[in-house]
C-alpha cells in the first residue's frame, strides 16, 4: 500500500507481518494514523474478518453500531454519546466476530477522529480538540483522556445497528423499522476494503451479513434538526424498547 504522502505498508502472504517506512518529509506518528485505520482494517477483511465502516458505542453493555454513507455523522454520533458518558468501542471501522451464536463487536482504539465542524457541533469551537496530525486538519477526541469520555475495553454483542440517513431531515423523532432485504442491501453498501477481496471472501461477507440482518435488529434514522443530545435520546429509547436481538426477526 503507498500512500500520496510516500508513506508505504507490505503485508505478507501469510497475512502474519507488516512492515512499514515513511520518506524524511513524513514521522512515525503520521504512519501510525495509517496503521490504526485503513491497515489493520484491511488486515482484518483478508484474515476473513467482516468489518463494517461504522462507529460503535456501548449502551446497557451491548454494542450499537453507526452506519451510513459519508458525512452521515457516525463520528459525531459516537462522539456525541461518550460526551454523555457511554463508552465507545470504534470509530470508523467495526469488526464483527462470529460467534455462531451471536456476533460480538471489538474494541478498536481509544479515540475518535472529528472533522472541524463537528467539533464545534460538540464542543462550540472547531480547535476544541488537537489535530491528528500538523498537515490533517481533522481533530481527535482522546477518549480516557477528556473529560467524562470511556473507551470500552470489552468485546460486545452486537445489540443494533442504526443507519443514519440525511441530517437535513424535517425530524429525527421516527425511527424507521426495515426490512431484512433492505438492511442487508444497506450493510453491503457499508462494509469496509471490499475492493481487495475476492469472489470467495465477498460471498462470505454475503452469508455472515445475511446471518446479522436476521439477528440483529437493523434500523434507519434521521438526525434531521434535532441537537446532537436530542438525537441520542432518541436513539437510547428506540433501542431501549428493542428487547433482545433475537426478538425482531422482520421480513
Not at 460480538?104 to 476544541?128: E, T
Not at 454483542?157 to 424535517?170: M, Q, T
Not at 446471518?211 to 433501542?239: D, L, M, S, Y
Amino acid at each position: 500500500m503507498l500512500y500520496s504522502d510516500g508513506v508505504e505498508f507490505w503485508l505478507d502472504r501469510d497475512l502474519a507481518r507488516l512492515w512499514a517506512q515513511w520518506p524524511t518529509g513524513s514521522s512515525l506518528e503520521n504512519t501510525l494514523s495509517y496503521l490504526v485505520g485503513p491497515i489493520l482494517g484491511l488486515l482484518l477483511r483478508l484474515r476473513g474478518i467482516v468489518c463494517l465502516h461504522a462507529s460503535a458505542v456501548s449502551i446497557d453493555n451491548r454494542a450499537v453500531a453507526f452506519v451510513g454513507s459519508e458525512g452521515a455523522g457516525k463520528s459525531t454520533t459516537a462522539a456525541a454519546f461518550a460526551r454523555l458518558g457511554y463508552p465507545v468501542l470504534c470509530d470508523d471501522i467495526v469488526a464483527l466476530v462470529d460467534c455462531g451464536y451471536e456476533f460480538q463487536m471489538l474494541p478498536a482504539y481509544p479515540r475518535v477522529n472529528l472533522w472541524p465542524d463537528s467539533v464545534k457541533l460538540l464542543y462550540g469551537s472547531p480547535d476544541a480538540l488537537p489535530q491528528i496530525m500538523p498537515n490533517w486538519d481533522k481533530r481527535c477526541l482522546k477518549l480516557g483522556e477528556a473529560e467524562g469520555t470511556k473507551f470500552e475495553e470489552r468485546p460486545l454483542p452486537l445489540g443494533a445497528i442504526y443507519v443514519l440517513g440525511k441530517a437535513d431531515a424535517a425530524s429525527a423523532e421516527d425511527v424507521e423499522m426495515i426490512s431484512q432485504k433492505t438492511a442487508l442491501i444497506m450493510l453491503v453498501e457499508n462494509t469496509y476494503a471490499t475492493n481487495f477481496l475476492d469472489a470467495q471472501q465477498r460471498a462470505k461477507e454475503f452469508e455472515v451479513l445475511g446471518r446479522v440482518v436476521a439477528t440483529v435488529p437493523v434500523r434507519k434514522i434521521n438526525r434531521g434538526k434535532a441537537g446532537v443530545k436530542e438525537f441520542c435520546e432518541v436513539i437510547q429509547r428506540n433501542f431501549a424498547s428493542i428487547g433482545s436481538p433475537s426478538s425482531h426477526l422482520e421480513h
